[in-house]
């Protein structure tokens, strides 16, 4: 039971992260301009 719930709760959080990785890529495509600002910057 426990273990079921561990693999439930990693996969939620794996999903989680995917999402957030390609709302990140999608908005990139969007603003390419403000990220090149910022990578020349550092």
């Known amino acids: 039971m426990v273990f079921r719930f561990q693999v439930a709760c990693q996969n ?15 908005f990139k495509m969007k603003h390419p301009c403000y990220f090149f600002d910022k990578q020349e910057l550092e």
């Open 12 to 26: 939620k959080f794996l999903t989680l992260l995917f999402n957030f990785h390609q709302r990140i890529k999608a």
